[in-house]
């Protein structure tokens, strides 16, 4: 985590008077860690008091050109954001987390070539059937998911996920890539935030976080 998100983390604990609130940082998956953390905190809180919650916080600045720009990939930009959970409420429920890494690929930015070619080969095959994953968890479909909240590295490689899941390409919210860029871990509560304020989610709606890491983690 960045000392900026570590700031953000500790001004929320001061503002909240989180007197007794534990602090932990992961960042073991990359840009996909904050959907990990949601997984972390259904299981830390599991067999928590009813009250007890977990404030998610995802801060980062992209602090060298290296991480600004990622040749034919993506323009990273700096963001912020914060989610609550609990174990209950009347807002959202987890219904399922499904977490996949294929260690083949874990060097990243720094594979070779040949792996490179490999990787994104296999890239919307890996990602598609981590979606389905989830969806049988859950025991709902495709059919039954209003919105996809992706990261916002690119717009072609969802518009590619789209077909490969037989689904509208509207169905995958883009809007956000030309107005922030990829924003790390926040992007997902950026973009599902974001669709909330234009009412493009109901009562009852499911909604979908997707998106892979750098070092093919899949969650």
């Not at 998911?145 to 169905?171: C, D, G, R, Y």
């Amino acid at each position: 985590m960045s000392p900026w998100g570590i700031s953000v983390i500790r001004q929320a604990q001061h503002e909240l008077a989180l007197q007794q609130a534990i602090t932990f940082g992961i960042s073991m998956n990359k840009c996909v860690s904050t959907l990990s953390a949601f997984e972390m905190a259904d299981y830390l809180l599991r067999d928590a008091a009813e009250d007890a919650q977990a404030l998610i916080v995802a801060a980062d600045i992209a602090f060298t050109p290296a991480l600004r720009f990622i040749p034919n990939t993506t323009i990273a930009g700096d963001a912020a954001a914060v989610a609550l959970v609990g174990k209950k409420g009347n807002r959202n429920k987890l219904l399922s987390v499904v977490a996949n890494t294929y260690g083949e690929y874990s060097k990243g930015v720094w594979m070779t070539a040949a792996e490179i070619a490999q990787f994104e080969k296999s890239y919307l095959s890996l990602l598609a059937e981590t979606i389905q994953q989830a969806l049988r968890k859950a025991d709902i479909t495709l059919n039954d998911i209003t919105m996809i909240f992706p990261h916002n590295v690119n717009i072609p490689s969802w518009e590619k996920l789209a077909k490969q899941l037989s689904i509208a390409k509207e169905k995958i919210y883009l809007h956000n890539v030309k107005h922030f860029a990829h924003c790390f871990g926040a992007d997902e509560l950026i973009t599902y935030l974001c669709a909330q304020c234009a009412g493009l989610l109901q009562t009852g709606d499911h909604f979908l976080f997707a998106t892979p890491g750098l070092g093919a983690p899949f969650p």
